[in-house]
């Protein structure tokens, strides 16, 4: 009887709007009721919720597994910066503060000096290494934090893609020279593709920022870029080659083998929560999430299929196949107040990449039946199979949902051959490419005349004539689009 | 020629005072020279070096697995606290309001509230909870997540010890019933006391706070505390029950499986990265820390003894060596610009467990020498039993610092009989058990008269007939010391 009880309920825990008729709406009902995260009363502050965690959990794990192979190291700097410090370099505080959250006091008393709440930690972190680093034996120096960032900003908040606070990892990199430095920056950028082509399951867009764009402070910003169902990018995480712009005002210098005093070479890079935002915007449907296999904690969810008749007998094959299939960490969903049904609902709106269904019949004929997330699709598994079944099934739908990202990306690129054309692309929600000299002045005329800003220029970059916008000279082609 | 210049820098790196005769000197140094931590220019803040936190990575580890196990998860809540929910509970906010670190500007507007930093996060985590729980089928509900605290103290700063910033993890559970928090607080200090005992090495009291000293807001706090060689206690993990104190200002409210609206029952529990403090102090000596091996990222370092003759055939043989104990992660240390003594004094320093040299006679003799760092005994072991002795050396290292800490701890315990008794021992920088009233008034003046504070009641309290301070009835005997 509870179950007629339950059902009732079920309208209110799915989505009232589908994902291609008010994408915003569908983002945020689906954060909220698949309890990825919740809203606080902090403005513009969310708290990650298990569901979200534990993706951010994995990503950190995997990052961390190709990080330290190559000699990095986890640290932990302090969370406030002192003002005078925050503004040594010129170019960044301009870019920071106007987002800085302050302390002034603590307890009853007032600081002598304000202390600015970490936006990102260059400054915090130079002022150690100038300490640090002496001799070229120091170098290179590889360090990275997990750590929480507050920005302040003033624009509208969305779940993971905009938070004034967020988790991020930031990896700080000291080198001899600048070829090192580069390829360090170079380096990071191939592995975060790598975290979020082949685990996240999001196809990217790779290149260099224009000086425009590029982080306050860096020589150059490598980035890579996503595009949303919204037709807006999402930039998933940029590389930067800082030069010598950080050593120089914070004096990180050390003694070359040669015994000759120099500055040293940097790299900064980070990746952050709203890769989380992505995963659940890229691939979820009007059902709920779908969480790449490979980035999912629970693999699959089993449902017994339980009449009174049978109950014990499918129980305990449901736990018996929980204890097999262990390595997928699957969830046993042995509730007895939920109906199957509800229980379907349920973890397809957690976006549980793979649900295994057993009932009496299964049991009769040894087998189970397994259900794609991705594409519902149903499948009787001989239980001997089983095993290997659920892997073949996990490794088809993490290449189909990346597929289906690649082949969305690659359908919504537009390469255009005027203005007309260019601003025609970017109000249909195009990811423009297009020839352009890479001014500051144009790229600001682009900006306030189409809301588009310049998102990247690709490494190996056709080569253009002149700019589709102000019809001056052009090397290359770069990609514009609208943003979050 | 490089190696004397080295040589002659190694007074520079090692300690240049010995732990009996300056503790707080010799641990102050020790931080620094090993790369635990450094001072940073935010006062009372320090940096977490690589050689500290991947010791609190593998506690994390650690105790993730545990509590998984159990079911509960990992989340973020918000750093922000608004005022007006800060102070929602009244004992919990006299407790912490002086040490609070106020948000009062972004960028350049004044916010309408004050923003705490989090001090603890009950107030944060219990406004969500308060909308998330609604039935019995909510509950349990056991969340935990590892965050950085802000406590402003004025007090003088200790590394690890007391920090104005430090990292921790903060579970926060809610339950139906009052036994049921009542158990989850004990099993987690069950399992903290095994994590500290069992791969810190360090061995503890265990009970229950006085209600002078439990945690303000908590119905009862329990407590491990570790004694430090200063004769100090320092309080290494609080697990608390929190009865209904906050469920009822927080409107944390259950429908019960009759249907009756009920408060819930919840439960918070914190250890933090003093532990990582505590394990410098207990176990160091006169050349550096010793990292007790289960918490230990590195378990040996191997160090090739090298000449120029047989330089090639030595260096093939670590690398073969390292390979095969890689389950150890071993350090090789093969660089050539240090002298083998150069190298022992560097991983003495900070704290390596084993070395295991190996020189052109133990490659002839098919063998290596293992070198504790604990009591520094060398033992010649042939290559092929080489995975089983090194394994047996470390868990008797293991051992052997568990057991010398317990011999510090016991033979410092001193039950007194008088109050003079009780002054002297203080004095003497004993942990002392004495007969107890367990009056707010009596544990003033012993606070204000010896400098002690009541530590634990321990769990299976023996019985006492009066207070050894004031005169008055006592039930039973309690620890007291004075404490970080």
């Known amino acids: 009887m509870a179950c007629k009880k339950e059902e009732d309920k079920r309208s209110l825990l799915g989505l009232t709007v589908k994902k291609e008729e ?264 009007n059902r709920g999430a779908i969480i790449p296999p490979r980035i999912a904690e629970h693999k699959l969810a089993i449902i017994p299929i339980v009449f009174d008749k049978s109950k014990k007998d499918i129980l305990k094959k449901a736990r018996e196949i929980k204890e097999k299939l262990k390595e997928f960490n699957p969830i046993l969903d042995d509730r007895e107040i939920y109906s199957p049904g509800w229980k379907f609902n349920e973890w397809e709106l957690k976006g549980i990449p793979l649900r295994l269904e057993i009932g009496p019949k299964d049991l009769e004929k040894k087998q189970v039946v397994l259900v794609r997330r991705d594409n519902h699709a149903r499948k009787e598994v001989k239980e001997e199979n089983l095993e290997k079944e659920v892997q073949k099934t996990l490794e088809s739908i993490q290449r189909s949902l990346f597929l289906k990202a690649k082949k969305f990306l690659k359908s919504n690129i537009v390469e255009v051959k005027s203005k007309k054309e260019f601003i025609k692309a970017i109000n249909e929600n195009k990811m423009v490419l297009a020839g352009f000299c890479e001014r500051g002045e144009c790229e600001e005329s682009i900006k306030s005349e189409t809301s588009a800003t310049n998102r990247l220029i690709p490494f190996h970059a056709q080569p253009a004539k002149k700019c589709i916008f102000c019809g001056k000279p052009a090397k290359r082609k770069s990609y514009f689009s609208k943003a979050y």
Chains 1, 2 share one sequence.
């Open 22 to 285: 008010d994408l915003s709406e569908w983002f945020t009902q689906l954060v909220q009721k698949a309890q990825f995260a919740d809203y606080t009363s902090v403005s513009g502050c969310m708290v990650l919720r298990p569901n979200a965690f534990q993706i951010w959990e994995n990503i950190q794990q995997i990052f961390n597994s190709k990080i330290k192979k190559t000699g990095h190291k986890n640290v932990y700097f302090p969370l406030f910066i002192p003002e005078h410090l925050f503004e040594k370099e010129k170019e960044h505080v301009e870019g920071f503060e106007p987002e800085v959250a302050w302390i002034t006091h603590a307890g009853d008393t007032k600081l002598r000096e304000r202390l600015a709440v970490r936006p990102t930690s260059e400054t915090i972190i130079y002022e150690s290494y100038s300490k640090w680093i002496r001799s070229h034996r120091d170098l290179p120096l590889l360090l990275n934090q997990w750590v929480n960032i507050v920005r302040w900003e003033f624009k509208h908040p969305r779940p993971f893609l905009r938070t004034r606070e967020f988790l991020w990892q930031e990896g700080h990199t000291v080198h001899a020279t600048k070829k090192e430095a580069l390829n360090e920056a170079l380096y990071i950028l191939s592995e975060y593709v790598d975290l979020v082509e082949n685990y996240l399951a999001i196809p990217v867009l790779k290149g260099k920022k224009t000086q425009g764009e590029k982080f306050p402070g860096a020589m150059d910003t490598f980035t890579m870029e996503a595009l949303m169902p919204s037709g807006k990018a999402l930039q998933m995480g940029t590389s930067h080659m800082l030069g010598q712009n950080f050593s120089k005002p914070f004096g990180i210098k050390f003694l070359s083998e040669n015994g000759k005093e120099q500055f040293a070479w940097q790299t900064s890079w980070g990746i952050s929560t709203r890769l989380i935002g992505a995963i659940i915007m890229v691939h979820g449907d």
